[in-house]
């Protein structure tokens, strides 16, 4: 597959967290890639062993066209073609998380499609076997936009498809990156998300910053019912 790079979406009306400079997402996150390396994020795992774990138990098998929303710079699409994976998109608001990644990855990045976008502006252009979100999802603390993604995301999905969603746990950290979150535990994602996703596995991971701190999230695995 050819390597697509497109205009990353506009800044929303109305950014979440309105009273931050910058005033927009896309410059408060190009701005933290374009400052700190990778793995010097708190968010940074050298091997995203949850999130490879759950999306092997879909059963999808390594040609499913999975899309990493909000994927930044995650080390999981390596692991991913290295486990042979051959349809993988990878969407940021931050054009220069998504550099790091293909500049990581070398040459096999043109086997994956890159998107620059914001995922609540963001038009879906064919469908997915399996969404996959760590971290991006609890950023959305305005009712309107999480509804907004759950739209996105069910366009994107094929009917049956897979979802993959980590946030911070109820009793896990406030803020991310310096932004406010909304925590959820594993059926509040289901709730949000709505009766057309059956939540199929849950897993509690306590992540270890680079900084040495612990992070309480919770995966939801869901599948879309047909
Ligand atoms: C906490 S980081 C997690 C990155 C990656 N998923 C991981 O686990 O390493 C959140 C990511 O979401 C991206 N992001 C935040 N809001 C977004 C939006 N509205 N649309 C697309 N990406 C977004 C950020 O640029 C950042 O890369």
Redesign the pocket.
């Given at each position: 597959m050819s390597s697509v790079n497109t205009p990353h979406g506009k800044a929303r009306d109305k950014a979440p967290d309105a009273d931050k400079a910058p005033d927009t997402?896309q410059q408060h996150?190009s701005g933290v890639y374009a400052t700190k390396n990778e793995d010097e994020v708190s968010?940074y795992?050298a091997r995203p062993e949850t999130s490879l774990r759950l999306i092997a138990n879909t059963g999808c098998g390594a040609h499913a066209a999975l899309i990493?929303a909000?994927?930044?710079a995650?080390t999981l699409v390596d692991h991913l073609l290295d486990a042979g994976h051959d349809d993988l998109t990878v969407?940021?608001?931050?054009p220069e998380?998504l550099e790091k990644a293909r500049a990581r990855v070398g040459e096999r990045a043109g086997h994956v499609e890159w998107i620059a976008?914001?995922?609540?502006q963001w038009q879906p252009t064919r469908r997915y076997d399996i969404w996959h979100d760590?971290?991006?999802f609890h950023?959305l603390t305005d009712a309107q936009d999480r509804r907004r993604y759950v739209q996105v995301l069910t366009r994107a999905l094929k009917p049956g498809g897979h979802v993959i969603i980590a946030t911070f746990a109820p009793d896990g950290p406030e803020k991310?990156?310096g932004l406010p979150v909304m925590r959820h535990s594993p059926h509040s994602i289901a709730a949000e998300l709505g009766d057309a996703f059956e939540l199929l596995e849950t897993v509690d991971e306590h992540h270890i910053t680079p900084a040495g701190r612990v992070q309480h999230f919770n995966y939801a695995r869901l599948r879309h019912k047909r």
């Amino acid at each position: 597959m050819s390597s697509v790079n497109t205009p990353h979406g506009k800044a929303r009306d109305k950014a979440p967290d309105a009273d931050k400079a910058p005033d927009t997402m896309q410059q408060h996150w190009s701005g933290v890639y374009a400052t700190k390396n990778e793995d010097e994020v708190s968010w940074y795992q050298a091997r995203p062993e949850t999130s490879l774990r759950l999306i092997a138990n879909t059963g999808c098998g390594a040609h499913a066209a999975l899309i990493d929303a909000g994927g930044g710079a995650s080390t999981l699409v390596d692991h991913l073609l290295d486990a042979g994976h051959d349809d993988l998109t990878v969407l940021d608001i931050a054009p220069e998380a998504l550099e790091k990644a293909r500049a990581r990855v070398g040459e096999r990045a043109g086997h994956v499609e890159w998107i620059a976008a914001d995922v609540l502006q963001w038009q879906p252009t064919r469908r997915y076997d399996i969404w996959h979100d760590r971290a991006v999802f609890h950023f959305l603390t305005d009712a309107q936009d999480r509804r907004r993604y759950v739209q996105v995301l069910t366009r994107a999905l094929k009917p049956g498809g897979h979802v993959i969603i980590a946030t911070f746990a109820p009793d896990g950290p406030e803020k991310c990156s310096g932004l406010p979150v909304m925590r959820h535990s594993p059926h509040s994602i289901a709730a949000e998300l709505g009766d057309a996703f059956e939540l199929l596995e849950t897993v509690d991971e306590h992540h270890i910053t680079p900084a040495g701190r612990v992070q309480h999230f919770n995966y939801a695995r869901l599948r879309h019912k047909r």
